[in-house]
């Protein structure tokens, strides 16, 4: 018996005699409509016009054996979204809303010439403070629309608000492809809408806009969406990047003190992960950053512009992190700190601690982890937990216990591929992911933290 390999550019082929095992791979073309498969892809330039053909990263390969045939398709998953800053977006003359995710400026000739329609679901509370100005935008810009106000929190993120949104976007009707559905709300509103429009007709384009500072960080920016199942968070899911996320700061003016400092969190996870810079932002800047809301004021050229330039590494840091592993394909993820116990924690005491809240609590008792583990300073640790006291989020609770940590930890262990996969501090604004924390590393930090952290959360 021997074998033979031959292998030629875009198809691979190995014959093996006695057991007679053929394989061969493919490379797509389309012609005239069809597609079909060419084995060799020097021959295509001489059997056909290359000008009037598309050749695709597709690939299919066929393994013929005395039992039969096997293929195997190799197909590479792209997507293109846009994360736009803009000001003004409810401005009558910012066609951002409208167009703002379409790259060919012809195309939106194009849209514009016929009668466009909007569906737009935004959380209850976010359309009583732009529900009329959104509703001037559509009528000054001649948009057939239907607003679709929802309670949308943590108590209602479920597949029956799912199933809602979809029979509206149903009975209204929309062209899928030119006449995206927009989720105007925070964190838990976007994360609904995008997997109802994941789910219509198979893949909807749907808009974020994110109107709270932890949104407009950290869920707009992302390819995921879900919805809690079983009393797990965000159990259920997809990986569907919206057509674009359009951030306009002036949104977050209107939400309370408390919601200022649930998005730092976020804010300061990816600060502690992988920038120094905006560590030491985040210190020096934290109170101002809370008084003002992140608006950008003039007159205040001793503070810069820090609530841009907070926004803008915030977003930079997460979307570096995100974009090669959009589909978490690799399960070690920086992004991931504060999201080991937080789930666990959040769903059992809900609604008593938000989404970044309760990320916060797991960095601080991961610090101590950290801390005990000798991958950072005495100094590092107490600058982070003053930092997040600054930042006026909750370092202790009374429910993150030694069993709830166990069963988060036991969770994460069984969902990783048996390993912890923990991303931890090495320094302010470093990091690296370890799967060799002992148990009594654990114990000993949790009591060390207890024992320091406890008097202040009171």
């Not at 007679?20 to 001489?46: F, S």
């Not at 990320?359 to 005495?378: C, F, K, R």
């Not at 989020?393 to 709830?404: A, E, G, I, M, S």
Request: aromatic share 8%.
């Amino acid at each position: 018996m021997y074998t033979a390999t031959t292998a030629v550019k875009g198809a691979t082929k190995t014959e093996t005699e006695g057991s007679r095992t053929k394989q061969k791979e493919y490379q797509l073309i389309k012609l005239k409509n069809t597609w079909c498969c060419v084995e060799n892809e020097e021959e295509i330039g001489k059997t056909w016009n290359e000008d009037k053909m598309i050749i695709s990263q597709a690939k299919i390969g066929e393994t013929i054996t005395e039992s039969g045939v096997s293929w195997t398709v190799k197909t590479p998953i792209y997507f293109c979204y846009k994360v736009i800053e803009t000001q003004n977006l409810l401005d009558p003359n910012n066609m951002t809303l409208l167009y703002g995710h379409v790259s060919d400026p012809q195309e939106v000739e194009v849209y514009k010439k016929k009668i466009q329609k909007r569906l737009v679901v935004m959380d209850i509370t976010v359309e009583k403070l732009y529900g009329s100005k959104i509703r001037k935008y559509f009528e000054a810009n001649n948009i057939i629309y239907k607003i679709l106000a929802l309670e949308t929190m943590e108590e209602t993120k479920s597949m029956e608000l799912v199933l809602t949104i979809l029979e509206e976007v149903h009975k209204f009707g929309i062209d899928r492809r030119t006449e995206p559905i927009i989720a105007i709300g925070g964190g838990v509103c976007l994360d609904i809408v995008g997997l109802a429009a994941s789910l219509y007709r198979r893949r909807t384009p749907y808009i974020r806009v994110p109107t709270t500072l932890l949104s407009y960080v950290d869920a707009s920016v992302g390819a995921k969406n879900g919805v809690n199942f079983c009393n797990c968070k965000n159990k259920l899911g997809s990986y569907t990047p919206p057509a674009a996320t359009f951030l306009d700061r002036s949104f977050i003016k209107t939400i309370p003190r408390r919601h200022i400092s649930n998005g730092l969190g976020e804010i300061l996870k990816m600060a502690l992960m992988k920038h120094r810079g905006l560590f030491e932002l985040l210190e020096s800047h934290g109170k101002y950053l809370l008084d003002t809301k992140f608006q950008s004021r003039n007159g205040l050229a001793s503070h810069g512009d820090a609530a841009l330039t907070t926004t803008r590494l915030a977003i930079q840091t997460m979307l570096e992190e995100l974009a090669p592993n959009l589909w978490e394909d690799d399960l070690e993820r920086l992004v991931d700190f504060g999201h080991v116990i937080s789930p666990e924690l959040e769903m059992k005491v809900l609604p008593a601690l938000m989404h970044g809240e309760a990320v916060n609590i797991d960095m601080a008792l991961m610090t101590y982890v950290s801390y005990e583990s000798g991958l950072i300073t005495a100094e590092e640790k107490n600058r982070t937990i003053q930092c997040m006291i600054t930042l006026e989020l909750p370092v202790w609770h009374k429910d993150c216990n030694l069993p709830l940590i166990k069963k988060a930890l036991g969770e994460r262990f069984k969902h990783s591929g048996g390993k912890l996969r923990l991303p931890l501090p090495t320094g302010l604004g470093s990091a690296e992911i370890f799967n060799d924390v002992n148990e009594e590393t654990m114990k000993r930090a949790f009591e060390k933290w207890t024992e320091e952290c406890q008097e202040l959360a009171t």
